[in-house]
């Protein structure tokens, strides 16, 4: 079986809190409703959009969390057009942290609340679109923690839980990896802090990409 590194984007592979902070208050502020507080958007930062809406409007009805998620994917795409994705930078040592894991033979793949598009777009503009043989997105799956995403892409790189890791900042990363049987690793640097990550099933907690590779001698070739 192939070994499998799948990442979790926002908040692991790229910064993208302020482009996530202004959406939210834009798609709010359309409805004329009061935008969440930054520390209940970070939150939700890992869930779809239409469950991120939920867990931030519980009273409201189905039709509203549709709507402000809709709303949400126009008012990111406008600030991604306007800044560029200068404000989604890549954090320290991700390209290098890929290299090294091509380079021991490890696959590489990306399960995100994102959008295809919006990954697409992400990877490209970074230039590590092609570094991934399988991208699984809220488009085609049920939000993080259901495991479809990762199921998909076990299937797609000749992967088995027993040889893939899981690797995000959420609880909900770990919460995923737990359900579809593989090893979940949490970084640091974004959205849920080390204590949550492992109440979650963290296996490991890093601070640094490169202090992974330790971690590697643990998974099968």
């Known amino acids: 079986m192939n070994r499998l590194a799948v990442f979790d984007c926002d908040g692991t592979l790229v910064d993208s809190q302020a482009n996530i902070l202004r959406a939210m208050e834009a798609c709010f502020e359309r409805h004329r409703l009061d935008p969440p507080c930054h520390h209940a958007t970070r939150r939700i930062v890992g869930l779809s959009l239409v469950e991120a809406m939920q867990a931030l409007l519980p009273e409201a009805d189905a039709a509203l969390h549709t ?4 709303d949400y994917k126009t008012a990111f795409q406008r600030l991604r057009a306007e800044s560029a994705l200068l404000e989604e930078p ?31 777009l992400c990877l490209t503009h970074h230039g590590i679109a092609d570094r991934f043989v399988t991208l699984q997105t809220a488009d085609r799956h049920p939000s993080k ?11 797609e790189a000749g992967a088995a839980p027993g040889t893939t890791l899981m690797i995000g900042d959420t609880r909900f990363d770990m919460a995923m990896g737990v359900a579809a049987g593989v090893r979940a690793i949490g970084v640091d640097w974004g959205y849920h802090d080390p204590e949550e990550l492992y109440a979650a099933g963290a296996v490991a907690v890093i601070d640094r990409f490169d202090t992974l590779f330790a971690l590697l001698e643990e998974t099968p070739a």
Do not use: I, Q
Request: aromatic letters at 4%.
């Open 90 to 120: 890549l954090y320290a040592g991700v390209v290098e942290a890929l290299t090294e894991l091509e380079a021991r033979g490890w696959l590489l793949g990306v399960a995100t609340g994102k959008s295809d598009r919006g990954l697409n």
């Open 67 to 70: 709507s402000l998620a809709d």
């Open 145 to 155: 923690p259901h495991p479809a995403m990762l199921e998909a892409a076990m299937a």
